[in-house]
């Protein structure tokens, strides 16, 4: 069973990178087929894509967050992270790493990060 942990910073201040890392268990970020995504859901709004690596390395962003979004990933830890720049209050969300495989569709707990001075 393929297990999502996010972590990461909970207040980032504004004009400041946003930085969440997705540890994965009981899978491989390198595995055929598998893609690796985040979502994140802003207070009273729905869920919203942000981009995705799969697992070959490529990867595909969100047309508008494609100029302040980057993932990566850490093969050595199963890890892959989010960043995020020039974060606004409205940046503010819980962010979710999420894993699909053919029909298997595997979430983190969400964590919530609030952008504030």
């Known amino acids: 069973q393929v297990q999502l942990q996010e972590s990461g910073p909970g207040l980032v201040k504004p004009s400041q990178t946003l930085s969440l890392t997705c540890t994965v268990s009981g899978g491989s970020t390198t595995t055929s087929y598998y893609a690796w995504s985040w979502v994140r859901q802003p207070p009273g709004k729905g869920l919203e894509w942000m981009g995705v690596?799969?697992?070959?390395?490529?990867?595909y962003y969100s047309p508008s967050l494609k100029s302040r979004t980057s993932i990566s990933r850490d093969t050595s830890k199963n890890q892959f992270s989010l960043q995020l720049s020039s974060v606004t209050p409205e940046d503010t969300a819980v962010y979710y790493c999420?894993?699909?495989?053919?029909?298997?569709?595997?979430w983190g707990q969400g964590t919530q990060v609030t952008v504030s001075s």
């Open positions: 690596i799969a697992y070959d390395g490529n990867t």
């Open positions: 999420n894993g699909t495989y053919l029909d298997y569709d595997y």
